[in-house]
């Protein structure tokens, strides 16, 4: 849920938000009812707390948290492991699944304003232990941007440092050494864009949404998610051959309405039973969407922040 802050936090989700329902164009359909939420847990056994990631790894799920790390075979039962949050501020870095390994990409202490940037990286294969492997990578120094794999590379777009978003392109075999493959791509400068798959084509996702079946060439394919709104915030899954966005931040303010598109182009709007949120953790497991963390709040209507640890699923029925 990465966007620039320049007036008052660090964060995307300093935005107001409300549990009031939003008015917009994508609005629910009677095929909402193919998809069920279910709580899983009331609170995971990490701090409540936004921007982490979930992955699937060994046939567990994951949740790399700011405190470490736990591990489940259902969802419900968690452990905590020994690997250790190696990349630091996971709100600005991320960490990949690539090639049968975790990868940690750079590690980054401080805030937009004054921190210090290592261009390490870090890669794990028994879950466990890191290990160091280049304490100086050419990995573009930037931060807030969601690294993706894509035909055996890891891929970033775009990001932002202290000075400037970027348009750029890079791509990485093995995480180390990094190639420029687009100086100014078509989409323009930008950063806390979400990339996903689907049948074999990228989508480039703020709130407009361009798609590329190489990574070098995109195409528009809209220029507003939802008519009228500006959204950003959000997690994008892919899931049931279809686009996810989960926690936007509408026009301002948050809503637990979903956001769904089979294309990339057409977008629909599903209720969602939890709390409205952004910068959500999730992952496909078990033929299920799950999702767990978040936050919104720090406004006049809502002035305390609010941050979650609950932990749902969602299934096709």
């Known amino acids: 849920?990465?966007?620039?802050?320049?007036?008052?936090?660090?964060?995307?989700?300093?935005?107001?938000?409300?549990?009031?329902?939003?008015?917009?164009?994508?609005?629910?359909?009677?095929?909402?009812?193919?998809?069920?939420?279910?709580?899983?847990?009331?609170?995971?056994?990490?701090?409540?707390?936004?921007?982490f990631q979930m992955f699937v790894i060994d046939g567990k799920l994951m949740a790399l948290h700011p405190d470490g790390t736990w591990m489940s075979k259902d969802g419900k039962a968690w452990e905590k492991s020994p690997l250790k949050n190696v990349i630091n501020n996971?709100?600005?870095?991320?960490?990949?699944?690539?090639?049968?390994?975790l990868y940690g990409l750079g590690y980054l202490e401080g805030n937009i304003e004054r921190f210090t940037f290592k261009p390490e990286i870090y890669r794990t294969t028994d879950f466990k232990k890191w290990d160091t492997i280049s304490k100086n990578s050419n990995l573009p120094r930037r931060f807030f941007y969601r690294p993706f794999v894509f035909k055996e590379n890891i891929w970033i777009v775009g990001g932002e440092d202290r000075q400037t978003q970027f348009a750029d392109v890079w791509n990485s075999p093995d995480g180390i050494t990094?190639?420029?493959?687009?100086e100014n791509a078509a989409f323009g400068k930008r950063s806390g864009?979400?990339?996903?798959?689907?049948?074999?084509?990228?989508f480039l996702l703020n709130n407009d949404v361009w798609s590329s079946t190489d990574g070098i060439n995109w195409q528009?394919?809209?220029?507003?998610?939802?008519?009228?709104?500006?959204?950003?915030?959000?997690?994008?899954?892919?899931?049931?051959?279809?686009?996810?966005?989960?926690?936007?931040n509408r026009n301002g303010r948050f809503s637990s309405q979903v956001l769904v598109s089979k294309d990339g182009k057409n977008w629909e709007g599903k209720n969602a039973p939890w709390t409205p949120r952004g910068g959500i953790a999730a992952t496909v497991f078990n033929s299920a969407l799950y999702?767990?963390?978040?936050?919104?709040?720090?406004?006049?209507?809502?002035?305390?922040?609010?941050?979650?640890n609950d932990v749902w699923a969602m299934e096709r029925q």
């Not at 996971?90 to 090639?99: C, E, M, P, R």
């Not at 864009?193 to 990228?202: A, D, I, M, T, Y």
């Not at 998610?225 to 049931?240: H, L, N, P, R, S």
Request: aromatic share 12%.
């Open 1 to 51: 849920m990465r966007k620039r802050v320049l007036l008052v936090c660090l964060t995307v989700i300093a935005a107001a938000c409300s549990n009031a329902p939003i008015s917009s164009n994508a609005q629910p359909t009677a095929q909402a009812q193919q998809y069920v939420w279910t709580k899983v847990v009331d609170e995971g056994p990490w701090r409540k707390n936004y921007n």
């Open 220 to 248: 528009r394919e809209t220029s507003e998610i939802v008519k009228g709104e500006e959204i950003f915030g959000y997690t994008a899954v892919v899931f049931d051959q279809k686009i996810w966005l989960l926690g936007c």
């Open 178 to 182: 990094w190639k420029k493959q687009v």
């Open 90 to 101: 996971q709100a600005f870095l991320d960490y990949v699944f690539f090639k049968g390994s």
């Open 193 to 202: 864009s979400q990339v996903v798959e689907l049948n074999g084509k990228l």
């Open 291 to 308: 999702m767990t963390g978040g936050k919104y709040g720090g406004t006049p209507d809502h002035v305390d922040f609010v941050y979650s």
